[in-house]
């Protein structure tokens, strides 16, 4: 099933599997206390924002959609290609973008170098998946 030259059923996969990921660290490797900490919360600050929990889906969604843009894009054609341009969108945007909590906010570098670790793992996997569907 495509859209505009985009495998539908690629993109979901990959937001799937980088969702699943991201809860497999955040969810269930990092006690909330620690992860608070790491990111420089207060306790009141972490729980006036869990009711936005539902639409965690959203940036998995956007970040399959985006890979498989930039997998188009670049020609990239199997799951090496896709996981080398992947990667190159990690670390260019994904992390440039999420060092702005650190350098201006409350993270701290273990939250920093954990985010890096995310950002390259589930990037690669998304566009694995994207760069090997036909």
Do not use: C
Not at 9 to 21: D, K, S, T, V
Not at 22 to 47: C, D, K, N
Not at 55 to 74: C, D, E, Y
Not at 93 to 99: E, H, N, P
């Amino acid at each position: 099933m495509r859209f505009q030259g985009h495998n539908i059923l690629a993109i979901a996969a990959a937001a799937i599997a980088i969702y699943f990921i991201e809860f497999l660290i955040y969810g269930l490797g990092i006690p909330p206390e620690q992860f608070r900490e790491m990111a420089g919360f207060t306790s009141e600050q972490m729980a006036s924002g869990m009711y936005k929990m539902p639409f965690g889906v959203v940036m998995p969604i956007l970040t399959a959609i985006g890979l498989s843009l930039v997998i188009k894009w670049r020609g990239s054609k199997g799951a090496a290609a896709g996981v080398i341009t992947a990667l190159i969108i990690a670390i260019l945007f994904g992390f440039g973008s999420r060092m702005y909590g650190y350098v201006y906010g409350p993270h701290t570098e273990t939250y920093l170098a954990i985010d890096l670790a995310r950002y390259l793992v589930t990037y690669a996997l998304g566009g694995a998946i994207i760069g090997a569907w036909k």
